[in-house]
């Protein structure tokens, strides 16, 4: 009798790597995660946002496109506030010019695949909230596709955590998703049965847990420091990313934490 053996799926996470055309510190970060995804050879990387550092300059865009086609494997993106403008509260909203500039070169700003028998979801969690062009139909396609994955193992990606601590707190400024939106984002998760949620945008590692979701931060992959979001955890990774490995219909995660030494040299830690 035969049996068959169940294929495990690498999924990599990295996230506000906020490469930089002209400031080369940026990018110190970058090359121990290129390396390592290079090495580890993953079936997807989930870029959540924030790229690149400057939302105007064509030149950091052209720059990250090139980095990211470089690993040789499969990847996927969605935008951050460093690519296409920051909404509430932030002085100016989601810019569209910049939101057709990010399609063009990193392809669509939302998408849903298969990977195993999860259902991998990017979502432009930027526009939600915002009050954008674009918002309405961006929770439509929202809407229909957590209707679609209904008893499907799900993964979302967003740049935003949805929250720090718990779906009824109050507004931190601009570190999370406006809480306009929070709480119909929340819902939709909870009655969808989405299992994880994978985000950055905080520059540092956190697995949050509420209403049988578990939310986790992945850390920057630049040389930039954490944001420090209170409360503050002390032993919190730096420079790093997320792997997460599929096996049926199960998943689990680590954290691969990078050193940056100095110069020209990384390695991991």
């Known amino acids: 009798m035969s049996h068959v053996t169940s294929i495990d799926f690498v999924l990599i996470h990295i996230s506000d790597t906020h490469l930089s055309s002209a400031i080369p510190a940026h990018n110190r970060g970058w090359r121990a995660a290129a390396a390592y995804i290079r090495q580890r050879k993953p079936d ?4 959540t946002g924030d790229i690149i ?3 105007t300059s064509e030149a950091d865009r052209l720059y990250a496109r ?3 086609e470089s690993l040789g494997v499969e990847w996927v993106a969605i935008p951050g506030n460093h690519d296409i403008g920051d909404g509430p509260p932030a002085a100016g909203n ?3 010019e910049r939101l057709a500039e990010f399609e063009n070169t990193f392809g669509a700003t939302h998408w849903s695949r298969r990977v195993g028998e999860w259902r991998v979801i990017g979502v432009n969690a930027m526009l939600l909230g915002s009050g954008s062009p674009g918002e309405a139909d961006h929770w439509l396609w929202l809407e229909k596709c957590l209707a679609a994955s209904t008893g499907t193992r799900s993964m979302l990606c967003i740049h935003k955590p949805p929250f720090l601590l718990n779906p009824g707190e109050s507004q931190h400024g601009t570190a999370t998703m406006p809480e306009a939106a929070r709480r119909r984002f929340w819902d939709l998760i909870v009655k969808s049965g989405i299992k994880l949620i994978a985000c950055g945008h ?3 590692y956190r697995m949050v847990q509420r209403d049988g979701v578990g939310i986790v931060w992945a850390p920057t992959t630049s040389g930039l420091p954490a944001e420090m979001t209170p409360p503050i955890l002390s032993n919190a ?7 997460y490995v599929i096996s049926g219909d199960t998943v689990a995660h680590r954290v691969v934490t990078f050193q940056i030494i100095g110069g020209s040299h ?3 830690a």
């Open 44 to 47: 997807l990387v989930i870029h």
């Open 53 to 55: 550092d400057d939302e």
């Open 66 to 68: 090139v980095k990211l």
């Open 94 to 96: 989601i810019c569209p």
């Open 202 to 204: 905080r520059h540092e």
């Open 237 to 243: 990774p730096g420079c790093g990313l997320v792997e």
């Open 266 to 268: 990384d390695r991991f």
